[in-house]
């Protein structure tokens, strides 16, 4: 097979760059193996069409996949992968912080319009914001050289009644959840006390203050949130 070489990821179709960020997002906080079946669900199309999207990727060596496997990336794939998380994210960033956006608004405006900045207008976005490290939802922005540092994180479903935790990261794939959170002081670098819950009710109780009222979070609600021990 020739070998296909890319000089950069604008060459890529906006469906392969999609695809791309989609296998690095899903692996970036989930040990979970990255599968077909996973990435459809993400990118909300048929398994066929994945299927048909992946050996395209393969074809320019951006990932490497056998038959009913996990699907990894190559070097190359990374970097791009990489490459179109930074535009995203530095994008949102500049939206929430420049342009008044709410954190719940920013992701499907982001999505348009990565595709469509250069190279050199998201260095620029980068520098007036000030070379920020984490977006509004406090995934990581990787740097230009492609550096990401993911912060240690668990979600707060798996935290200990009677700890005390750090807000680290929201995800942003449900923005009526992300307004939810909003209004109820659940945000990035929130500080949250973990309480015991109802045995059995698949609920996590927090309060976002000393002598606040407490919180009941549901399992959805619960795993969309990562944080850290305070100790």
């Not at 048909?52 to 791009?80: F, M, V």
């Not at 990261?169 to 659940?186: A, V």
């Not at 203050?209 to 969309?224: C, Q, V, Y």
């Amino acid at each position: 097979m020739t070998k296909i070489v890319l000089v950069s990821v604008n060459q890529l179709s906006d469906s392969a760059q999609n695809y791309l960020k989609i296998i690095f997002s899903l692996k970036e906080w989930s040990d979970e193996p990255v599968t077909p079946s996973l990435v459809a669900e993400r990118a909300g199309v048929k398994l066929s069409t994945v299927s048909g999207a992946l050996a395209k990727l393969r074809q320019l060596n951006l990932l490497d996949h056998a038959p009913y496997g996990e699907i990894s990336l190559t070097e190359t794939g990374r970097a791009y992968a990489l490459d179109m998380v930074r535009r995203h994210r530095l994008i949102e960033t500049f939206l929430v912080q420049m342009l008044g956006y709410r954190w719940d608004q920013v992701h499907d405006e982001a999505e348009n319009l990565e595709h469509a900045v250069s190279d050199f207008m998201i260095e620029r976005l980068d520098e007036i914001l000030g070379h920020p490290t984490r977006d509004p939802h406090g995934d990581p922005i990787p740097s230009a050289a492609g550096d990401i540092l993911i912060p240690t994180a668990h979600r707060l479903n798996h935290s200990v009644a009677g700890s005390r935790v750090i807000v680290e990261r929201i995800s942003d794939t449900d923005s009526q959840l992300l307004q939810y959170f909003s209004d109820t002081g659940i945000v990035v670098g929130a500080q949250l006390n973990v309480f015991e819950a109802d045995p059995y009710s698949d609920t996590v109780e927090i309060t976002t203050a000393e002598n606040a009222p407490r919180i009941s979070l549901g399992s959805r609600a619960a795993e969309a949130v990562w944080v850290s021990d305070l100790g």
